[in-house]
């Protein structure tokens, strides 16, 4: 079965970084990626990683996050820079199995930035 366990979340200053982590396993994941969801807000893609490192990042984050992979360790990691208080949300682990193309969330991470 595939299980994912994130860690990284918490509350920063505005300016701030933190570092998301996310390891998984029980399979080959052909996308990883992280997604957010604010209160009363839909859940939103922040980034996308493939198993052969192409990206792709929401607007709002572009230059500020950076998502990488180690395809040894299963592990997908959201490395956040100059945090705003937009940024408040609560942050899902996304990922896409490769045998089956079935998606598995995460139980999330909340981040907090203070103005």
């Known amino acids: 079965q595939v299980q994912l366990v994130e860690s990284g979340g918490g509350l920063v200053q505005a300016g701030g970084s933190l570092k998301l982590s996310c390891a998984a396993s029980?399979?080959?994941?052909?996308?990883m990626g992280w997604y957010r969801q604010a209160p009363g807000k839909q859940r939103d893609m922040v980034a996308l990683?493939?198993?052969?490192?192409?990206?792709n990042y929401a607007d709002s984050v572009k230059g500020r996050f950076t998502i990488s992979r180690d395809n040894a360790k299963n592990t997908v990691y959201l490395q956040m820079n100059n945090l705003k208080p937009e940024d408040t949300a609560v942050y899902y682990c996304n990922v896409r199995t490769s045998s089956s193309n079935r998606d598995v969330w995460g139980q999330g991470t909340l981040v907090t930035v203070s103005s």
């Open positions: 990683i493939t198993s052969v490192g192409s990206r």
């Open positions: 029980g399979s080959f994941f052909s996308i």
